[in-house]
């Protein structure tokens, strides 16, 4: 899961620099769970670090919690009778919810292990990426049938692919602002959580489904919130990342003054005159004439006064 930290580490003095989002903002991902809620799971982040249990077991958890929550989901929809496709949806939600404490507890064990550095391990961290997309494209399954264009297009599938899309596409940018030294971005207003949260409301007012009316319309307005919230984070993202590199240009170009510039100048231009020089002088001046070579001379030898030159 995309962790919802931000680190502000030097000061902005480009006007839009001060151009900020509601969602630019540090935050963890317990934020928006109860207080109660909140502690009790950091008090279960103590005993697992007590315990001496290693963050990477509880990402297991929390990953395998988010795949079976998408099987679950998946089934919901393929449900014959509307009591099972509600026993489904609320073992769904229930699954849900498991992975959502998993990452708050495993957030507080990973601060309490490592600090403020990063640990991850990549296989969980990719099993983890794996149950937010299929998490979407079994929301997806879960509209079938309901928004069929005139080419029997399902527009709800569609919806789902691009969300999954858009939600690996997201993580992307921020791992490649942090790989080029651009700089952390979590901007914007969805990311993994929220859409576990869009995805849990979604499941509990799809109960109400159960009760006779048609399926798969819940899920498909929260895909659609899903689709936004995840463009919308892109560009915000993508328009932060640009600034930031705008901002880099104007301070190194403001550090080097025109003396410096033209001192620059000078220097490249002597190094191609030497270059050059040295492709046409033959002899340089410094070279001992002993050193230089000589032509052959065709010496005859003269019997009486010794060698001539011929």
Not at 138 to 147: E, H, I, L, N, S
Request: proline content about 5%; charged content about 20%.
């Amino acid at each position: 899961m995309e962790e919802s930290t931000r680190r502000t580490d030097r000061p902005r003095t480009a006007p839009w620099a001060r151009v900020s989002v509601p969602w630019e903002t540090v935050e963890s991902v317990g934020r928006g769970i109860p207080d109660n809620t909140r502690h009790a799971l950091v008090k279960v982040a103590d005993a697992a670090h007590r315990a001496g249990i290693p963050p990477r077991k509880l990402s297991l958890v929390a990953a395998g919690s988010g795949l079976l929550a998408a099987l679950t989901l998946a089934l919901s929809a393929w449900a014959g009778s509307d009591l099972a496709r509600f026993w489904w949806s609320l073992l769904a939600v229930i699954l849900l919810g498991l992975r959502l404490a998993g990452n708050v507890v495993l957030e507080s064990l990973r601060t309490k292990v490592a600090g403020n550095r990063r640990i991850g391990d990549i296989p969980v961290n990719l099993i983890d990426a794996a149950a937010d997309v299929l998490l979407l494209l079994a929301a997806g399954a879960a509209t079938r049938q309901v928004w069929l264009t005139s080419d029997h297009l399902d527009t709800g599938l569609t919806l789902a692919w691009t969300a999954a899309l858009l939600a690996v596409v997201a993580p992307y940018l921020t791992a490649l602002g942090e790989l080029g030294e651009i700089g952390t971005f979590l901007q914007g207003p969805m990311n993994s959580r929220r859409t576990m949260y869009v995805l849990i409301a979604a499941g509990i007012l799809s109960w109400f489904e159960a009760l006779g009316s048609a399926r798969g319309y819940v899920f498909a307005v929260a895909l659609v919130v899903i689709v936004a919230g995840w463009v919308t984070t892109i560009v915000l993202r993508l328009w932060f990342m640009g600034q930031e590199l705008t901002i880099r240009r104007a301070e190194a170009a403001g550090r080097m003054t025109p003396a410096q510039d033209s001192q620059t100048d000078f220097s490249k231009a002597a190094s191609r005159e030497e270059l050059a020089t040295r492709r046409i002088d033959l002899v340089r001046p410094e070279t001992p004439a002993s050193n230089l070579r000589r032509p052959h001379s065709t010496r005859v030898e003269d019997p009486t006064n010794g060698p001539k030159p011929a």
